[in-house]
């Protein structure tokens, strides 16, 4: 099989931006993909290295002690049944025989999966271990993995069955249910929810599948009443190729996605997105049969604002749609830039490629001619979408530039390739390239939308004397 494709088609449509993570959980009877198999090879030639940083196994590090804290905290969230990983770490027998492929995994920095460079900026969501915490995965594993006693374990931890978001203030469900067949491939599908007669502030997003063995993943995106984007469809009657395109410039957008693995969007308090009077809920949504035909009822629950927020937040993108990437070009450079006409919070950072994807990096250019680095990926991995949440805060006035830069390997080295003989241009296949990159940002509430996309005559000019 392929690997997971997202929803390029829509990120087409740049300006109204999204934040698509891409995880790689391969439905019922699929084997991963070939890329992961590349991984696991690469992590073995790897190996080689790792006998210089172990470090010696003192005979103390027990799994319940010091090992259990590190992968409830670090690992859980995906490594149980039902989310993206494909085995579960829950307990000491669950762990036990992944002791040797943990440090593997933890010491090369392919787990948890984070790309950041941690030199450059604080985010919250940050995944990537301490120096102590491999220490303490890789002297367990040294010791040969000991359970230790069970009296030293951590309670275990309670995971939300129902809303990860908290009981929804409202749920929006497809009206009727999608017939999943039981085999084949089936196209994404559009599937339209009317949502509320009235303006309501989002402060959570929580989209669910209904049946997450046969849902990849969901993407649900908001269509302002009046828009053109897919105006014939009816309500809950899949469209399965829209020969419309979403409008653009804070007009139609993306507002929330289940990916497994990936938490839902909960935006801090005081801040909330707006979805209009009127609009509709467009589920995009990828089967994966697995072998028995069924039924599926998707939906978005929502929590909203229980006080007009202080921000607006907006999901902007910024790309470079000109991209030529000549065959066997190893270090192709492609950049986009914005300046935004109005001050904005920064809350969420996500450049986005496919398979030649290899670095990015996100800066700023201040009114007062300062730059800085907001965010730097060395190793970019396209099977990871991960957007990045600056912790504190990450204010930039009006008339601040930001550039993001990409690199592609279009090299017979990059093992993710999937032809370095072909010129690449933007396309939505993963065997086409892309160069986006989405941001939550966040703007004083009562501030036009259309500000963030009007260039400011900022710094102003000095008046003639
Ligand atoms: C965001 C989700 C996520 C988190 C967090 C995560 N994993 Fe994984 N893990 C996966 C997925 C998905 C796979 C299978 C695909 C792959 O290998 O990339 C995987 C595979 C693995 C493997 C298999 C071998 C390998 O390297 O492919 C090991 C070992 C592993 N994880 C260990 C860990 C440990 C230890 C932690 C915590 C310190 C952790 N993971 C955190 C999602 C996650």
């Not at 993570?21 to 198999?37: D, F, H, L, S």
């Not at 992968?71 to 770490?89: F, N």
């Not at 102590?132 to 230790?148: N, Q, S, Y």
Request: glycine share 8%; aromatic share 10%; hydrophobic share 40%.
């Amino acid at each position: 099989m392929s690997i997971t494709r997202l929803t390029d088609r829509l990120i087409n449509f740049l300006a109204l931006g999204a934040t698509i993570p891409a995880a790689k959980k391969p439905g019922a009877g699929q084997a991963y993909p070939v890329n992961m198999r590349i991984h696991l090879a690469a992590i073995f030639v790897f190996s080689w290295a790792i006998p210089c940083m172990a470090f010696a196994a003192d005979g103390k590090t027990t799994f319940h002690k010091n090992v259990e804290p590190i992968v409830q905290a670090r690992c859980q969230g995906c490594h149980r049944p039902g989310e993206a990983a494909p085995m579960p770490l829950l307990t000491y027998s669950d762990t036990r025989p992944w002791a040797k492929a943990i440090k593997q995994a933890v010491v090369t920095g392919k787990m948890p999966p984070w790309s950041a460079d941690s030199s450059v900026g604080h985010f919250r969501n940050d995944r990537h271990l301490s120096a102590a915490e491999i220490d303490t995965l890789v002297k367990w594993a040294d010791a040969g993995a000991p359970e230790g006693n069970t009296k030293d374990a951590p309670a275990p931890l309670q995971f939300t069955e129902g809303w990860a978001i908290g009981k929804p203030d409202a749920v929006l469900q497809m009206p009727i249910p999608y017939d999943v067949p039981a085999q084949g491939t089936v196209d994404y599908q559009w599937i339209l929810i009317p949502a509320f007669k009235e303006d309501k502030w989002v402060q959570a997003f929580e989209v669910r599948p209904g049946n997450r063995s046969i849902v990849h993943h969901v993407a649900a995106f908001w269509r302002r009443a009046g828009s053109k984007w897919m105006a014939d469809a009816q309500p809950g009657v899949p469209v399965a190729k829209p020969s419309t395109a979403p409008e653009t410039g804070a007009a139609d957008g993306i507002i929330a996605e289940y990916v497994p693995g990936i938490p839902p969007l909960v935006l801090p308090k005081g801040y909330a997105m707006l979805l209009p009077a009127g609009a509709d809920i467009m589920l995009q949504v990828h089967y994966t049969p697995n072998g028995k035909a069924t039924k599926d009822i998707s939906g978005v629950g929502f929590v909203f604002a229980t006080a007009p927020p202080e921000y607006q937040v907006i999901t902007y993108g910024m790309g470079a749609f000109n991209l030529k990437i000549p065959p066997y070009e190893a270090n192709y450079r492609a950049q986009a830039t914005a300046t935004f006409g109005t001050d904005v919070r920064v809350l969420g950072m996500n450049p986005h490629m496919h398979l030649r994807g290899k670095s990015a990096e996100i800066s700023a250019t201040y009114p007062d001619g300062r730059s800085e680095a907001l965010l730097r990926v060395p190793k970019y991995d396209f099977n990871w979408q991960i957007t990045y949440e600056p912790a504190g805060d990450l204010l930039l006035p009006a008339g601040t530039k930001v550039e993001a830069v990409s690199y592609y390997d279009n090299s017979v080295n990059n093992p993710f390739n999937p032809d370095p003989s072909k010129e690449v241009k933007w396309g939505d296949q993963t065997s086409d390239e892309m160069m986006a990159v989405f941001m939550h940002l966040a703007i004083p509430a009562g501030t036009d939308p259309r500000m963030l996309y009007r260039r400011p005559s900022y710094p102003p000019k000095p008046s003639a004397e």
